[in-house]
């Protein structure tokens, strides 16, 4: 395992001129300039020096044409993934597109018809709803069931009795799971599998977390389960959340099922959608070939922030709820002590704490009187964001505090 001493995650970056969402629209986005933001998900850190050297030695070349991939790329893809996560890809497997979000656009039109139900499993990423209403298909919910334990636990009954009911064409699993930080197990996972096999619905497993996993959780290709249910299967991957570099825009999307996919390789060359461009496969490839250890250290960095995030919640913030994630890099906290509207809580965290995090409605009505935060990111960012909600939580009215606007 590398030495996160090898790497320097405390820096804090300047974004001036990057074009950050994250950090160069705050103004623009929610009214304030000085707001600390932790929402939208990508790192403050700088990516594996390979990666920054291999684009600058490919830019420096100054030729710019047209590229297609190499047996190169998809070796480092196939070595990556059976390396990291004991899964055997072939490479007539693997279809590339700009993002996952453009695959699910294609997988559902591949797989379904409008008004088809699409099946999700709420609190959710917030995409899955936009993707199956802009494609006019409809929304059909298995809600995760929160435990008194404080984890998410999938209610396979609702699971099955939603699709007998209502036939959904497609579901969008989400692994490790966004926004609860929840990875589900093998055993979860086969039962799953083994449902949507028996009632033939396919399985589009967004695994773009995958190598965002903590030391005490193990993330289980949903591929590898069982032959049937990998016959059955779309599985998104990418590196951009692995490696900081979503603004590369390439994922690497494998279908074992040779007719389901060349049905969404020709849906990929119907809409018009890009392959990789030059960068993207420079950085892809070289990220897979050289960036492990690079990956070992963050890992290790970020899970020191959750823990120390974890004891600071617990000792300083007791009345709000807060879920252990086993993987992503994001902490799911519940504020619903305070009985604040969505719109409450929100001006609260920006106007009051100075804190921009997702809200957790967003990812489905489960998630009203939550938020999202991001602690991928230097750890005093981590700390200042969780003082100032320490020094202004006691403003909120009711339950804990003293007074305030509403």
Known sequence: MASIKKYDFDVTHDFEGLFSNKWNFRKEKVGREDVIPMWVADMDFKTAESIQTALVQRAERGIYGYTSMTREYTDAVINWFKRRHNWAINDNEIITTPGVISALHIAINVLSIPHDYILIQPPTYHPFFQVIKKTKRKVLENPLIRTSTGHYEIDFDDFEHKIVQYKPKAFILCNPQNPTGKVYSKAELLKLGEIC?????????????????????????????????????????????????????????????????????????????????????????????????????????????????????????????????????????????????????????????????????????????????NIACPQSIVAQALTQIENSIIRIPGKGGAGGRW
């Open 197 to 373: 096999c028996n009632h033939q619905v396919v399985i589009i497993a967004d695994e773009i977390h995958s190598d965002i996993v903590f030391s005490e959780a193990v993330h289980t290709p949903f591929a590898t389960i069982a032959p049937e249910c990998t016959d059955n299967a779309i599985i998104c991957t990418a590196p951009s959340k692995t490696f900081n570099m979503a603004g590369l825009q390439n994922s690497n999307i494998i279908i074992p099922n040779r007719k389901i996919r060349d049905k969404f390789r020709e849906a990929l060359d119907r809409y018009g959608f890009p392959r990789p461009g030059l960068f993207s496969i420079v950085a892809t490839q070289t990220a897979y070939n050289t960036g492990e250890s690079w990956l070992e250290a963050v890992l290790q960095y970020i899970e020191g922030n959750r823990d120390y995030a974890l004891q600071r919640f617990s000792a300083n913030l007791p009345q709000l709820k807060v879920f252990r994630p086993q993987g992503t890099y994001f902490l799911w906290v519940d504020f619903n002590h305070y009985g604040l509207t969505n719109e409450q809580l929100e001006a609260y965290l920006i106007n009051d704490a100075g804190v921009w995090f997702n809200q957790g409605y967003i990812f489905g009505s489960q998630g009203s009187g939550f938020v999202r935060i």
